[in-house]
């Protein structure tokens, strides 16, 4: 329970409050729980999406409010580290200046445009799905953005001034990725009309971002919490443009 509650309190904006300090283990426990917290973030996304196209707002406008709304829900830091971790990439430099980029504050031209694509896709995607009523799907998509968490935390050193990084680095067992990876293949059969394309949904986003953290490892020097939110945005983008296919 003191895992969930931090899980809660690092990943949404709910009042709940972890334990008075955190140190690698309960941190640990909090990044395992981190895609439970994805299936209730999932499930209110879902629930919105549904109620707005009740409602009867068109479908990209409902797709994009629910979007918007899990900025909300998560104080927007998934987004933000998004947009820190396409400037880094974007850099020129050595790691020290990527990594110096990353904490400037700011969004420039790489940041901007990786917003404005992760939620773009998003957006048109949960509309795609709110189309033919495949709440689950969208659901689905939320949750496995935070597997993508447990993932990044698997292997990586952090990188060099991370705190964040330093804290819920290596601090994953295989057993862990590998019962939630099952859990979210297995969910996936019965989140598209052909059971094959939810598996192939989560295969294929989970797959890119392991790839993309592997680059952003070895640009940056390590793992920090920027490329952790950049894994949570792209994967939810991916597997829900792909559980969009019809």
């Not at 899990?70 to 990439?89: E, F, K, N, P």
């Not at 993508?148 to 295989?174: E, H, K, N």
């Not at 919490?225 to 945005?233: I, K, P, T």
């Amino acid at each position: 329970m003191a895992a969930a509650r931090l899980a809660v309190s690092w990943l949404t904006v709910l009042p709940m409050r972890g334990p008075e300090t955190v140190d690698r283990k309960s941190a640990a426990g909090a990044i395992a729980a981190a895609p439970v917290v994805g299936a209730v973030l999932g499930v209110g996304a879902a629930g919105l999406l549904w109620v707005l196209s009740w409602a009867g707002l068109g479908f990209a406008l409902a797709g994009l409010v629910t979007v918007g709304a899990l900025g909300l829900a998560t104080r927007g830091m998934h987004l933000d580290g998004l947009a820190d971790t396409a400037d880094g990439l974007g850099s020129y430099g050595p790691p020290e200046r990527a990594r110096e980029i990353m904490k400037s504050g700011g969004a420039g031209p790489f940041g901007v445009a990786a917003l404005i694509f992760a939620i773009g896709i998003q957006a048109l995607s949960f509309a795609a799905l709110a189309e033919h009523g495949r709440w689950f799907a969208v659901g689905l998509a939320v949750a496995v953005g935070r597997v993508a968490v447990v993932l990044a935390c698997r292997g990586y050193a952090p990188a060099p001034g991370a705190s964040f990084g330093a804290l819920v680095s290596r601090t994953q067992s295989v057993v862990t990725l590998a019962v939630w990876t099952l859990v979210a293949l297995a969910v996936g059969v019965v989140a598209a009309p052909t059971r094959w394309l939810g598996p192939v949904a989560v295969a294929v986003a989970l797959a890119g971002v392991a790839l993309l953290v592997w680059h952003c490892v070895r640009r940056f020097g390590g793992l920090n919490g920027d490329v952790l939110g950049a894994a949570v945005e792209v994967t939810v983008a991916v597997t829900a443009a792909v559980l969009s296919v019809s």
